[in-house]
């Protein structure tokens, strides 16, 4: 399978489409795969709760576009931020497990693969914070 633009182009339009303002397409196989590889597609105004992996790492590589990851503490301190963008020189950013983390979507069409280890495991209300 090619990721082109046609395909960045195609899950672009259906997040815009979307109340969400998102869209993945998945790479793997099953929820149950041991890699959970995905495109995902994101809009401005989307909105990313602050939230964690207690028992994976993820990482955001952006394919187009522009992101600023949020890093914060268990008090809900902001503790560093990452401007994205590949025409910037700014690739990617890897977060460690259990770090609490959100992002801001600074474009339209933006798109960045995602990596994280799988089994899928949706979020509980332990892994969330509300600001």
């Given at each position: 399978m090619l990721i082109d633009d046609d395909l960045l182009d195609k899950v672009t339009e259906q997040a815009k489409a979307s109340p969400r303002l998102r869209m993945n397409y998945n790479?793997?196989?099953?929820?149950?795969?041991k890699a959970q590889r995905l495109l995902n597609a994101l809009e401005p105004g989307t909105?990313?709760?602050?939230h964690r992996h207690r028992h994976t790492a993820e990482t955001y590589i952006v394919l187009r576009g522009a992101i600023k990851v949020l890093f914060y503490?268990?008090?809900?301190?902001?503790?560093d931020e990452f401007m994205v963008s590949p025409q910037e020189g700014s690739y990617g950013v890897h977060i460690p497990a259990g770090q609490w983390h959100t992002l801001e979507v600074l474009e339209s069409g933006?798109?960045?693969f995602e990596v994280k280890d799988?089994?899928?495991?949706?979020?509980?209300?332990?892994?969330?914070?509300?600001?």
């Open positions: 790479l793997h196989d099953s929820l149950d795969a909105l990313l709760p602050i503490d268990e008090n809900k301190m902001l503790t933006t798109v960045i799988g089994p899928y495991m949706p979020l509980g209300p332990e892994d969330i914070i509300l600001l």
